[in-house]
């Protein structure tokens, strides 16, 4: 095995350093994400070569769950074994999530600020941040009309039948049929080389199958043990990451009355607005439900699932990538992932802050201001919360 792909070990504290101030720094989610650790690991430090690092960000890409904190604690892993992993994960996800709980614990202190008119301005932000990333992963993963076609009608059943089983039923329906329509490159994948081997991929596989259908039991609404069975599903389930996690959160959380769509779209709002992985909202929504032990419960159930499927699934990627069929499976999975964030943009996102043509007019502002002028989300929610003070909305 060559030297490039058995990197020096570095110290615990050593990659805490460098992934806290990536941490704090990392703002524009998941893609600028990539980007960060491309230029610190790949080209400054030098830990990985191109080519490792690609093939680490087509493994995260495919499983569920949030594609950029995985590939973060995989090169962790390679420089500091399972300390290197959580060192990683810490350093990146720890700014954000505190923020985030903090956010919660204030708003549970001081109800009556989320009344405000700020809270009506960052509503609107997620309208024009959600629409942004369903044109931007529609033009990358639905490049021609079977998986565009594919997209809407997963769309059209959600919004026909909105309940959780539906999304999960859609996704496999969407897989199904891109498996049988031989969707995706006929090109056999490149072989991986990754030289991970996490020792119990079995054992820690059935971890995370004996986790999800614990999830799935009744629990007591708004109970610790009821918030980390919701994130923790959340975080098996979601494919795509990022944006894609608020589709099934919403249904856990506002479509079961455990908490009004205001407070849920605000604190969504916030977190576009903060470095780190957007997947650190769910310690807003665990903290607003349980406290601040809710927050931390919330943070590390909805990262555990993707966590556990990295180290599982490492045996398995030689066959995934050069299998046609699952290829075309995993592109029809991603097509209906689209219409699933198509069907949470119109509900709840549109049809709770889109009331008027001001409203309307604000979120096409918005939007051209993401797509068209690049003007980053860190500095537009602030923009968008004052906008709802000052204006007549």
Partial sequence: MTTETQPSRASFWQIFGL??????????????????????????????????????????????????SQVGLTIGFLKGHYR????????????????????????????????????????????????????????????????????????????????????????????????????????????LHLPLQSGKPALLGLVFLGLLVVSFLPQVSGSLAWVAAEMYRAGALVFGGGHVVLPWLQEGFVASGAMPADTFLAGYGVAQAMPGPLFSFSGFLGGAEAGPWGGLVSVVAVFLPGTLLVFAGLPLWRWLREHRAARSALAGVNAGVVGLLLAALYDPVWTSAVHGPMDFGLVLLLWVALTVWRIPVWLLAPLSAGAGVILPL
């Fill in 19 to 68: 992934f806290l101030r990536l941490g704090l720094t990392s703002f524009g989610g998941p893609a600028a994400h990539l980007g960060f650790f491309h230029d610190e690991f790949v080209k400054r430090r030098r830990w990985l070569s191109d080519s490792v690092y690609g093939e680490i960000v087509a493994l995260c890409q495919l499983l569920p769950g949030p594609a950029s």
């Fill in 84 to 191: 290197g992993a959580l060192a990683a994960w810490l350093g990146f996800t720890l700014p954000s999530a505190v923020i985030m709980i903090g956010f919660a614990v204030g708003l549970s202190l001081w109800p009556e600020a989320s009344a405000g008119g700020w809270v009506k301005g960052l509503k609107l932000f997620v309208v024009a941040v959600v629409a942004q990333a369903v044109w931007q992963m529609g033009k990358s993963l639905c490049p021609d009309r079977s998986r565009v076609a594919m997209a809407l009608l997963v769309a059209i059943g959600l919004l026909m039948i909105g309940e959780t089983w539906m999304q999960l039923l859609a996704l496999a329906i969407a897989g199904g049929a891109g498996a049988l329509m031989g969707l995706g490159s006929d090109r056999a994948a490149d072989p």
